[in-house]
C-alpha cells in the first residue's frame, strides 16, 4: 500500500501469487535378467510414469549407495543403462530427477550376479572290440 505524496495520490494493489506443484510420479525399474554369470552385461530400465504428458529429464542410477551412470530419459519416459556387476546380490535403483510438470520418484530392483561356471572337460572313449576273422582254408 502506497500512502501517497503531495504530488503523487495513494494507491493500493493485490498480488496473487499461484503456487503449482509437479504431479506425483512412480518410477518403475526392471532388468533384462535377474541372474546372470559373472562378465555378462544387464540391461537396467526405468519407466517414469504419472502427471500430465510425458516425462522428461534425468535419471540416476545406483548400485546400491555407488553411482553407476546417468541417463537422459526418452520420448517415452524411459531410461536405460547396462551394466557390468560384481559377484553378489545387488538393488540397483533408478532415482527420477523431476521436471516442472513431474515429481521426484525412485524405484529398484534386485539382481544376483553369480560367479562363472566351471567347464570340465570331458573324455570320450572308444572301444573296440576284437572282430573274428574267417579261417583260411
Request: proline residues 4%; charged residues 10%; without cysteine.
Amino acid at each position: 500500500r502506497y500512502q501517497g505524496s503531495a504530488t503523487h495520490a495513494a494507491s493500493e494493489s493485490t498480488i496473487t501469487v499461484t503456487a503449482q506443484s509437479a504431479a506425483g510420479t512412480t518410477t518403475l525399474v526392471s532388468a533384462r535378467a535377474r541372474s546372470v554369470p559373472f562378465g555378462t552385461a544387464i540391461t537396467f530400465t526405468a519407466q517414469v510414469s504419472g502427471g500430465t504428458g510425458v516425462a522428461t529429464g534425468m535419471v540416476d542410477f545406483f548400485d546400491g549407495a555407488d553411482p553407476a551412470g546417468t541417463v537422459l530419459l526418452d520420448a517415452a519416459g524411459r531410461a536405460a543403462i547396462s551394466l557390468q556387476l560384481a559377484v553378489g546380490s545387488h538393488i540397483v535403483s533408478a532415482s527420477y530427477r523431476g521436471d516442472a510438470n513431474h515429481g521426484a520418484s525412485s524405484g529398484n530392483v534386485s539382481v544376483t550376479v553369480t560367479s562363472t561356471p566351471v567347464i570340465t572337460p570331458t573324455s570320450t572313449s572308444v572301444s573296440i572290440s576284437p572282430r573274428r576273422l574267417p579261417r583260411a582254408m
